[in-house]
């Protein structure tokens, strides 16, 4: 069964961003604050970077997929999505590609899949040309189109892989500046001061989240917040600060359902599928998986 490439294509739907606010004095105080360190280094862009995050806020909705549209898929479902992904994590660390690549590649397969009907013997090679088209976008030497075909045990040919790629960046109009939820936690982080095991676990709570469906409910500026405050939690920092709750914009009591959401998808007894699990198991990553999950009750102070 090909792509059904005459299929009428699924409206995306567009979430509301909030109206731009002017920042108090406050927020400007805690701005300079915060970045005062990095003055000195260009890469930061310390004049730029909360433009730069206002702008990622208002586009966070308009770029991101609807959270329903698996339900127009005739031959695809979650689950097969969630095998997907997590293969892709395992491809993404044999090549040693940088994180944005991974969430940008989750990101194009969710948009591209949002306004196409997929046959399910096609979705690794959608998988495989988003994480293509992901690396030409975030890496300075992206793996070549031969070794997707490699990667994928040679069950699609280049020709086909090229198609794809053609297939997607039409689909989604050549779009792939996205703000993903790795972006914003890892500012998040910074204005948090997080230790080095913080930002590990939150890492690794976001990444937990890629391959689950249900969470495409919430925004990435959400899931970044809410791995943000587990992630510290989990840590022995100091989960919420009057700092995150200025620059995130959320209380941490809002962020309440996606930090269950995400504490049930850390806790899970037998997970069926362990690759973030095992990326994270390594020792350059601070082995945070190997962390015995806490109880239920380690969220009762948030009750």
């Not at 779009?175 to 590990?200: D, E, G, H, Y």
Request: hydrophobic share 40%.
């Amino acid at each position: 069964m090909e792509i059904l490439a005459n299929e009428t294509s699924v409206t995306e739907i567009h979430w509301e961003s909030e109206a731009q606010e002017i920042p108090s004095l406050e927020e400007s105080v805690a701005a300079l604050t915060v970045d005062a360190e990095d003055a000195e280094d260009p890469q930061a862009v310390t004049e730029y970077v909360n433009d730069i995050y206002e702008y990622f806020r208002q586009t966070e909705g308009r770029r991101a997929p609807s959270p329903t549209y698996m339900s127009k898929q005739t031959d695809l479902n979650s689950k097969m999505r969630e095998i997907l992904v997590d293969w892709l994590v395992e491809v993404h660390l044999k090549f040693k590609l940088r994180h944005e690549t991974l969430f940008l590649t989750v990101n194009l397969i969710d948009r591209f899949l949002e306004r196409k009907c997929v046959a399910r013997t096609k979705l690794q090679l959608v998988g495989c040309t988003a994480m293509l088209i992901a690396a030409k976008y975030e890496e300075i030497y992206a793996p070549e189109v031969k070794d997707f075909v490699y990667i994928s045990d040679k069950a699609y040919t280049r020709e086909q892989i090229l198609q794809m790629e053609t297939m997607i960046l039409n689909a989604l109009e050549f779009n792939l500046t996205v703000p993903s939820s790795l972006q914003f936690a890892t500012r998040f982080l910074k204005i948090a001061r997080a230790t080095k095991q913080a930002s590990q676990l939150t890492y690794y709570l976001l990444e937990l989240t890629l391959p689950e469906y249900k969470l495409l409910k919430y925004l990435p500026s959400e899931i970044a917040a809410a791995a943000v405050s587990l992630g510290c939690r989990m840590a022995g920092m100091p989960s919420w600060t009057s700092a995150l709750q200025t620059h995130t914009r959320f209380a941490e009591s809002a962020l309440l359902p996606c930090i269950h959401d995400i504490f049930s998808i850390l806790t899970i007894p037998q997970p069926k599928y362990f690759a973030v699990r095992k990326k994270y198991s390594h020792p350059k990553l601070g082995e945070v998986s190997k962390i015995q999950p806490p109880s239920p009750s380690f969220l009762s102070p948030l009750l």
